[in-house]
């Protein structure tokens, strides 16, 4: 089985100033990992996924993650965070194999202030 | 092309009522799926499909019930709402060439 933690239930930061969101996993198999991010009132939408390759992986608006196999982390990371990237994000893995089914972690509200 | 749709946007129930939780996608995916979202708890798999004609539990089923009407349609069926019920509920349906999950807008129910 697969479980996911991220320990920060909340980050307040100000605009313009660095961010990182931590997410650790545990898994017996070998995982695919994604971080989705969830707008106020709104669904899930995927963010960025790390599936092979290189091990930093980037999304279009300035997010990026590595996977740290050793250390079983996939951190979310931004250089310079803007008001509009205040949301919850939600880190999640699945087994290679099997039906693969996603487990979430219990999410952090990012919150950004001005 | 409009993903994922659920229906209704919000419900308000009493306790002993029944309802079904509509969901409907138009991206040909084979796999879809629902859960539930609770304050601190993160999303929490209900049910499965992982194709038409099958489905299987996830980590929460008691209490639901769902169909997998054909390829597009997957409903959630609760036969007595409880208040532990209250929640909001997610439809997704799963890409599996880009190993993506795709969610609908969500279902906001209240069971008093």
């Known amino acids: 089985a697969q479980s996911v933690t991220q320990l920060d239930s909340q980050v307040p930061v100000f605009e313009e100033a660095p961010v990182e969101l931590r997410c650790n996993y545990s898994?017996?198999?070998?995982?695919?990992l994604f971080w989705y991010v969830q707008y106020p009132n709104q669904g899930l939408q995927l963010l960025l996924k790390?599936?092979?390759?290189?091990?930093l992986v980037e999304s279009i608006n300035g997010f990026e993650a590595e996977f740290n196999k050793s250390q079983t982390s996939f951190h979310l990371r931004k250089p310079s965070v803007h008001i509009s990237d205040t949301a919850e994000y939600f880190c999640?893995?699945?087994?290679?194999?099997?039906?693969?089914?996603?487990?979430f972690g219990t999410g952090t509200r990012l919150l950004v202030s001005p | 092309n409009a993903g994922v749709t659920q229906t209704p946007k919000f419900q308000v129930l009493k306790t002993g009522q029944s309802m079904t939780l509509q969901c409907a996608q138009d991206?040909?995916?084979?796999?879809m799926y629902w859960y539930r979202q609770d304050p601190g708890m993160g999303l929490r798999l209900i049910y499965y499909?992982?194709?038409?004609?099958?489905?299987d539990k996830g980590e929460v089923p008691n209490g639901y019930n769902v169909s997998r009407l054909n390829k597009r349609e997957f409903s959630l069926r609760l036969e007595s709402a409880a208040p532990s019920q209250t929640s909001v509920y997610f439809c997704?349906?799963?890409?599996?060439?880009?190993?993506?999950?795709?969610f609908g807008p969500g279902t906001r129910l209240l069971v008093l």
């Open positions: 997704a349906s799963k890409d599996v060439v880009r190993e993506t999950q795709y």
């Open positions: 898994s017996s198999v070998s995982v695919y």
């Open positions: 790390y599936l092979s390759g290189s091990t």
């Open positions: 999640a893995v699945t087994p290679f194999t099997g039906f693969q089914k996603l487990v």
């Open positions: 991206m040909n995916h084979n796999s």
């Open positions: 499909s992982a194709s038409e004609g099958t489905t």
